[in-house]
């Protein structure tokens, strides 16, 4: 296993791997808690639309798919907040949006749009050291974020009645939230892609919640159990030659479906 190790490709698909487990780790237990997870998927897939911007305005689509994503996140957040507007149906509105003008820019540029499949499926082997730099640095923001903010976000998740009466900004908070949503998106771009996005996010978050109640306790056991998964597909994705970012997700949710039977047959046992 460790001879894989030996080529640059899978050094720098490790490095990737491990900062976007951390990532999701992190954004993911809010995003399970506050149950947001069809808004982390409408952030996601509408970053499809700066991916496209990049391939016409040639520029980095992982830029654009930033751009997209927080544009996304904070309208879907104030849509929801300041209008009538149904969140499921804001939520539906900017997904179609976004991927709409995705497919149209694409057709736009001129020539083929290289490694497209690679942003909407993910492709963990083929990540330059560039994006591993971006990945670090969206890394630190979202960990100083949730440092800065954590009993605030916590209040939000748990309680936001209770945090509106005691005066926190809850609706900046809530964008705030979101905008952490999309950094996580493009940080798990690459590794597996954009439509594969929502199970990293929710696969060790929901996991680590079988475990324990504590936010700091889920936070870490969310962010091993992403390792973990990524590590695990990754490895298996090389030695069966399948694609990276599905393998990833797939033996992922094996995982998952495992935990939750083996968790089911106890309970069922112990009541018995």
Known sequence: MFDTFQFEFMRNALMAGLLASVACGLVGVYVVVKK???????????SFGGIG??????????????????????????????????EDTATGIIWALGMALGVIFIGLSAGYAPDLMSYLFGNILTVPSSDLLLMLGLDAV?????????????????????????????????????????????????????ILVIAMLTFPAALARRFTNDLKKMMLLSVLFGMVFTFGGLWLSFVLNLASGATIILFSGIVLLITYIVGGLKQQRAHH
């Open 36 to 46: 947001i997870v069809s808004m982390s998927g409408s952030i996601a897939h509408s």
């Open 53 to 86: 911007l990049g391939y016409l305005l040639k520029f980095s689509p992982v830029l654009g798919a930033m751009l997209f994503a927080l544009l996304s996140a904070l309208t879907m957040g104030v849509v929801t907040k300041k209008t009538k507007l149904p």
């Open 142 to 194: 979202i960990i100083t974020l949730i440092i800065i903010f954590y009993k605030d976000f916590l209040l939000l998740c748990f309680d936001e009645e209770y945090a509106t009466v005691a005066g926190m900004p809850v609706n900046q908070l809530y964008l705030l939230l979101l905008c952490m949503v999309a950094l996580t998106v493009v940080v798990l771009i690459r590794v597996v892609g954009m």
